[in-house]
T-cell receptor, first 112, second 114 residues
Framework: DVKVTQSSRYLVKRTGEKVFLECVQD?????MFWYRQDPGLGLRLIYF???????EKGDIPEGYSVSREKKERFSLILESASTNQTSMYLC???????????FGPGTRLTVL | GDSVTQMEGPVTLSEEACLTI???????????LFWYVQYPGEGLQLLLK?????DKGSNKGFEATYRKETTSFHLEKGSVQVSDSAVYFC?????????????FGKGTHLIIQP
């Protein structure tokens, strides 16, 4: 079974802090994604990566950056956290051109 | 751009009732269509998918048929259980190729009462 893990289930940070959300997948997938999930808005794509050191902006990249130094790990970075970044963050991975994305359990981030 | 519209929730049903959650989409070409389910406190799990017109995806008693003529992918189940209570997301992946992510609907919260 594909396993996508995220470093924290719950995280509380203060405004202005630098925040790292980590995601690891164990199936050698090429593509990895970061989404945020908000009530009434569904899931929205923040960034994705189709290879090591490669990244592409999704629909809502503002205020975020990403890093993919190794194939199995995809990090989401909030350079200076703000209260409007309080959300559930979901990581996903997918192998090449196959269509199934596998999701991690999510990190619920609260920015105070 | 691509978009997915699904019925608003919450949807509350009694156990053993029939379920239909409507999903329609807007996309160019021939997208692939998905239903994901999110149980309380968990991430999303793929429930079923269909990659071409008239395909039927099925899993755990749920079914959905890819209808290109009506641009729809409605989720159905003949007899729901309390354990089906969750949030259901309809999603599509465009046919343009590349590594872009999925486009999701806003989700439908399903509540099944005993």
């Amino acid at each position: 079974d594909v396993k996508v893990t995220q470093s924290s289930r719950y995280l509380v940070k203060r405004t202005g802090e630098k925040v790292f959300l980590e995601c690891v997948q164990d199936m050698d997938h090429e593509n990895m994604f970061w989404y945020r999930q908000d009530p009434g808005l569904g899931l929205r794509l923040i960034y994705f990566s189709y290879d090591v050191k490669m990244k592409e902006k999704g629909d809502i990249p503002e205020g975020y950056s990403v890093s993919r130094e190794k194939k199995e790990r995809f990090s989401l970075i909030l350079e200076s956290a703000s209260t409007n970044q309080t959300s559930m963050y979901l990581c996903a991975s997918r192998q090449g051109l196959a269509y199934t994305q596998y999701f991690g359990p999510g990190t619920r981030l609260t920015v105070l | 751009g691509d978009s997915v519209t699904q019925m608003e929730g919450p949807v509350t049903l009694s156990e053993e009732a029939c379920l239909t959650i409507n999903c329609t989409y807007t996309a160019t070409g021939y997208p692939s269509l998905f239903w994901y389910v999110q149980y309380p406190g968990e991430g999303l799990q793929l429930l079923l998918k269909a990659t071409k017109a008239d395909d039927k995806g099925s899993n755990k008693g749920f079914e959905a048929t890819y209808r290109k003529e009506t641009t729809s992918f409605h989720l159905e189940k003949g007899s729901v259980q309390v354990s089906d209570s969750a949030v259901y997301f309809c999603a599509l992946r465009g046919s343009g190729g590349g590594a872009d992510g999925l486009t999701f609907g806003k989700g439908t919260h399903l509540i099944i009462q005993p």
